[in-house]
């Protein structure tokens, strides 16, 4: 299979504070991982691209800053969200694609991150 | 104009109907088309996966795509009530996803 993982699963942080939540391939290597946010009943917005070892693709409207992506190895991306505001909670859901043309399209998604900030 | 749309329901149907969900698209360049399961709070999990026009069938699922009217389908057949999910159709665009809006189906016992 190609399971990803994602954790916390859930966290409650207080206004201000900055929170990390990670995403593993646990089965194969991810040459791409991406990041969503997802707000109740409304679709997948894609909020990054991640390629392993170097910077993060962000898109429009989405801040570099506060929203801090490290893809450190194939198998590990993280987004840390700084300075935390109740306007940030939201669904954060994470997705891997594999190396290869053969498998370019196929994308396999975390079970998600809920994030409150009080 | 959205690329994808898609109604967002929600779609309420008894047990054990025929379900067709469907999106719309605008670029006709597009040629990969999925659909992608969410239950709440959790993951999109994919579902079908389609080239170009055609039909494809899984178990209970068929996929399906019009690409002179730019439209494609997902009929489940005999419908469960843990098929009670939100359904979101995907194409690729340049190196990501392009999603529906999501549709809210529920299979009533």
């Known amino acids: 299979g190609a399971v990803v993982s994602q954790h916390p699963s859930w966290v409650i942080c207080k206004s201000g504070t900055s929170v990390k939540i990670e995403c593993r391939s646990l089965d194969f290597q991810a040459t791409t991982m991406f990041w969503y946010r997802q707000f109740p009943k409304q679709s997948l917005m894609l909020m990054a691209t991640s390629n392993e070892g170097s910077k993060a693709t962000y898109e429009q409207g989405v801040e570099k800053d506060k929203f801090l992506i490290n893809h450190a190895s194939l198998t590990l991306s993280t987004l840390t969200v700084t300075s935390a505001h109740p306007e940030d909670s939201s669904f954060y859901i994470c997705s891997a694609r594999k190396g290869g043309l053969a498998s370019y399209n196929e994308q396999f998604f975390g079970p998600g991150t809920r994030l409150t900030v009080l | 104009q959205k690329e994808v749309e898609q109604d967002p329901g929600p779609l309420s149907v008894p047990e054990g109907a025929i379900v067709s969900l469907n999106c719309t698209y605008s670029n006709s360049a597009f040629q990969y088309f999925m659909w992608y399961r969410q239950y709440s709070r959790k993951g999109p999990e994919l579902l079908m996966y389609?080239?170009s026009s055609g039909n494809k069938e899984d178990g209970r699922f068929t996929a399906q795509v019009d690409k002179s009217s730019k439209y494609i389908s997902l009929f489940i057949r005999d419908s469960q009530p843990s098929d009670s999910a939100t359904y979101l159709c995907?194409?690729?665009?340049?190196?990501?996803?392009?999603w529906g809006a999501g549709t809210k189906l529920i299979i009533k016992p």
């Open positions: 389609t080239y």
């Open positions: 995907a194409t690729h665009g340049n190196y990501q996803l392009i």
